[in-house]
């Protein structure tokens, strides 16, 4: 099992939780981004610039991931293609994507794009916060636990 982070939109404080997670548990995690992200040195911790582009890194991060892979990411329509290639999609906040929920997810994230193109102020997300960080920290470290226990029983 591989991390892969969608790092153009991931929130630093989140990526230093991989960082520490990937060096502690020995877990290769790669960071996919348009501007290069620095990364601290490791064996486990590597980082990949794609060309800019709409949705260049997502698609780089759906051509390289694997079925069990994780993937971190805010985007909706890259974690629905993740769940449709047997992976694992978490968002910066520590919602798991599943197959059960992302079609709500979509129908959301439509909903309120039809509301933008039709004049309405949204808004934007609420600010990241320390609940925020914790529910990630949590729900990370819940899967990691299981995956490599689930990882050792099969050896």
Known sequence: MQIWV????????????????????????????????????????????????????????????APGD??????IPLASD?????????NPRGSFYTNENIREYLSM???MEDLRNGGVDTGGPAAFSHADRQAFANQLDRFLTKTIARTKHQD
Do not use: W, Y
């Not at 060096?23 to 960071?31: E, Q, V």
């Not at 994780?70 to 985007?75: E, H, M, N, Y």
């Not at 993740?82 to 978490?90: D, R, T």
């Open 82 to 90: 993740i769940l449709n290639k047997g992976g694992h999609a978490l």
């Open 109 to 111: 994230r439509q909903f």
């Open 6 to 65: 969608d790092a153009d939109a991931c929130p630093n404080v989140i990526k230093q939780i991989l960082f520490q997670a990937a060096d502690r548990l020995h877990i290769c995690t790669t960071l996919v981004a348009n501007q290069l992200p620095s990364t601290p040195p490791s064996r486990f911790i590597k980082a990949i610039q794609v060309a800019a582009g709409f949705d260049v890194a997502d698609q780089e991060i759906v051509r390289r991931m």
């Open 70 to 75: 994780l993937v971190i990411t805010g985007d």
